[in-house]
């Protein structure tokens, strides 16, 4: 992509109305702008970094056997009335008449209608076990929109829902999303703590959130320092016994915490940080499947109602925790797996011949080889394009001027590092490629 035909709104003040380091980061590196309280319309390296996140989720959702399908973001107020949950939910829905006085709302999450859709498909135990997720929009009108994407009232969620036999299967399908979630954040280059968590309006049994340990998180979170040790290889292999070794290791938010009399963990082994949640895990039982009448016939014969879970992850929110992981001073500093482009070229004199023959050289040949590249083609300061690099943190720039040329090099940038190094034009293709 050439930055002349592109749109990316860098600035360099810092956004007076965001309190955060990510929020400020997202602001100044164009990727997202809001419309209204909560509200944001993602630019387009914004959206590249949020089509990356959303891919990885949707493989290890696959890769743990879920199917991906697609509900919509409005429902209709009767579903909800089915499971009881239309007045329990509060101001937090946003509801709202259509031109037939029907009352509507804007899905805040989709237990109701997935258990719909599942009765309506599923007749026998042969159509059990499935684990169905899709990647949508919400909206919660949270009372306190705040730190730009973390806090939104419009937010992308991977939701996912589990439909067991029996309460033995469900613990099977959580395990599975258990060891998705892991992989997941992992892959995202994040340290994923699971904690304990009380199931709360959903109901039900058993339940883990997710949390990435930084400074600007809401809530506090209390755990064992034997889950730092855990290594991102472990995580990626994550299987039954990772879960149990995890699950075994003290992990509470706050108030949690604070009921807890008789803490298991020494003193000097006991640690409290701040936590983003990222990710909750629910296994509830039969509250829908009751609610909203879902049955299948079982082997026997009778009926039997499915036990469910259901399982999501802040796709919006990760950019923001992956940025407040992962910044410096002069910007934000992708990880690989998420970069909205692997390489910045950076023409340093488009007004001389052989620089811009060059680049564009360099440029054709890269996107040849599939490396995701953003040419700065702009008529700029060299300074203005450093800074601009370094705040939109591509994981790699590649530095041509004339002097260098005349030497017959270039300076190939790792932002993460800081390590610059000069190489010949083919030695930096070969390089990246
Ligand atoms: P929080 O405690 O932050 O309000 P929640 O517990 O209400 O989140 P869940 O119902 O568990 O949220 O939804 C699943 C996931 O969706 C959360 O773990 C979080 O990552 C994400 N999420 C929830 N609310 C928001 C929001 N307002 N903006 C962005 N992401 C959100
Ligand atoms: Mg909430
Ligand atoms: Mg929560
Ligand atoms: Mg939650």
Same mark, same amino acid.
């Given at each position: 992509?050439?930055?002349?035909?592109?749109?990316?709104?860098? &600035?360099?003040? &810092?956004?007076?109305?965001?309190?955060?380091?990510?929020?400020?980061?997202?602001?100044?590196?164009?990727?997202?702008?809001?419309? =209204?309280?909560?509200?944001?319309?993602?630019?387009?390296?914004?959206?590249?970094?949020?089509?990356?996140?959303?891919?990885?989720?949707?493989?290890?959702? @696959?890769?743990?056997?879920?199917?991906?399908?697609?509900?919509?973001?409005?429902? #209709?107020?009767?579903?909800?009335?089915?499971?009881?949950?239309?007045?329990?939910?509060?101001?937090?829905?946003?509801?709202?008449?259509?031109?037939?006085?029907?009352?509507?709302?804007?899905?805040?999450?989709?237990? $109701?209608?997935?258990?719909?859709?599942?009765?309506? =498909?599923?007749?026998?135990?042969?159509?059990?076990?499935?684990?169905?997720?899709?990647?949508?929009?919400?909206?919660?009108?949270?009372?306190?929109?705040?730190?730009?994407?973390?806090?939104?009232?419009?937010?992308?969620?991977?939701?996912?829902?589990?439909?067991?036999?029996?309460?033995? %299967?469900?613990?099977?399908?959580?395990?599975?999303?258990?060891? =998705?979630?892991?992989?997941?954040?992992?892959?995202?280059?994040?340290?994923?703590?699971?904690?304990?968590?009380?199931?709360?309006?959903?109901?039900?049994?058993? #339940?883990?959130?997710?949390?990435?340990?930084?400074?600007? %998180?809401? #809530?506090?979170?209390?755990?064992?320092?034997?889950?730092? $040790?855990?290594?991102?290889?472990?995580?990626?292999?994550? @299987?039954?016994?990772?879960?149990?070794?995890?699950?075994?290791?003290?992990?509470?938010?706050?108030?949690? +915490?604070?009921?807890?009399?008789?803490?298991?963990?020494?003193?000097?082994?006991?640690?409290?940080?701040?936590?983003? $949640?990222? %990710?909750?895990?629910?296994?509830?039982?039969?509250?829908?499947?009751?609610? /909203?009448?879902?049955?299948?016939?079982?082997?026997?014969?009778?009926?039997?109602?499915? +036990?469910?879970?259901?399982?999501?992850?802040?796709? #919006?929110?990760?950019?923001?925790?992956?940025?407040?992981?992962?910044?410096?001073?002069?910007?934000?500093?992708?990880?690989?797996?998420?970069?909205?482009?692997?390489?910045?070229?950076?023409?340093?004199?488009?007004? @001389?011949?052989?620089?811009?023959?060059?680049?564009? /050289?360099?440029?054709?040949?890269?996107?040849?080889?599939?490396?995701?590249?953003?040419?700065?083609?702009?008529?700029?300061?060299?300074?203005?394009?450093?800074?601009? /690099?370094?705040?939109?943190?591509?994981?790699?720039?590649?530095?041509?001027?004339?002097?260098?040329?005349?030497?017959?090099?270039?300076?190939?940038? +790792?932002?993460?590092?800081?390590?610059?190094?000069?190489?010949?034009?083919?030695?930096?293709?070969?390089?990246?490629?």
């Amino acid at each position: 992509m050439r930055l002349t035909r592109y749109l990316l709104p860098v &600035t360099k003040e &810092t956004p007076a109305d965001a309190q955060i380091v990510s929020h400020k980061l997202m602001l100044r590196a164009g990727l997202v702008r809001q419309t =209204a309280a909560g509200i944001y319309a993602w630019l387009p390296l914004g959206l590249r970094v949020l089509r990356n996140i959303e891919q990885i989720v949707r493989e290890e959702q @696959d890769r743990a056997g879920a199917v991906e399908l697609l509900m919509p973001t409005v429902q #209709s107020a009767d579903l909800w009335r089915q499971s009881g949950r239309y007045d329990a939910y509060g101001p937090e829905m946003l509801r709202f008449v259509d031109r037939h006085e029907r009352e509507m709302l804007y899905g805040p999450t989709n237990e $109701e209608m997935i258990t719909q859709l599942f009765s309506e =498909a599923a007749r026998s135990y042969r159509d059990l076990p499935r684990t169905l997720y899709h990647i949508q929009w919400k909206f919660r009108d949270e009372r306190r929109p705040r730190f730009g994407v973390m806090r939104g009232r419009e937010f992308l969620m991977k939701d996912a829902y589990s439909f067991d036999m029996d309460e033995e %299967g469900l613990k099977e399908s959580y395990e599975a999303m258990f060891v =998705a979630y892991l992989r997941t954040f992992a892959r995202l280059g994040l340290q994923a703590v699971p904690v304990r968590a009380p199931t709360g309006p959903i109901g039900g049994n058993l #339940s883990h959130e997710f949390h990435i340990l930084a400074d600007t %998180g809401e #809530s506090a979170v209390f755990y064992d320092a034997a889950i730092e $040790e855990v290594t991102r290889e472990e995580l990626l292999s994550a @299987d039954a016994s990772t879960i149990a070794r995890l699950t075994g290791l003290y992990a509470m938010e706050e108030e949690e +915490h604070a009921k807890v009399t008789d803490c298991p963990v020494s003193a000097d082994r006991l640690r409290t940080r701040r936590g983003i $949640e990222v %990710g909750h895990i629910f296994a509830f039982g039969t509250k829908y499947s009751d609610s /909203m009448g879902l049955s299948v016939q079982g082997k026997d014969g009778n009926q039997v109602r499915p +036990h469910m879970g259901s399982y999501g992850i802040g796709v #919006s929110r990760l950019i923001g925790a992956i940025i407040e992981a992962s910044h410096d001073d002069n910007g934000i500093i992708w990880p690989e797996s998420v970069a909205p482009f692997r390489v910045g070229l950076i023409n340093m004199r488009v007004d @001389d011949a052989a620089c811009t023959e060059a680049c564009d /050289m360099l440029y054709r040949e890269l996107q040849a080889a599939d490396v995701e590249t953003l040419y700065d083609d702009r008529d700029e300061r060299g300074g203005a394009k450093f800074a601009t /690099m370094d705040v939109i943190g591509l994981p790699w720039q590649l530095i041509v001027g004339p002097k260098g040329l005349a030497k017959g090099v270039v300076e190939l940038k +790792h932002r993460a590092t800081g390590e610059r190094e000069e190489l010949s034009v083919e030695s930096a293709l070969a390089r990246l490629t």
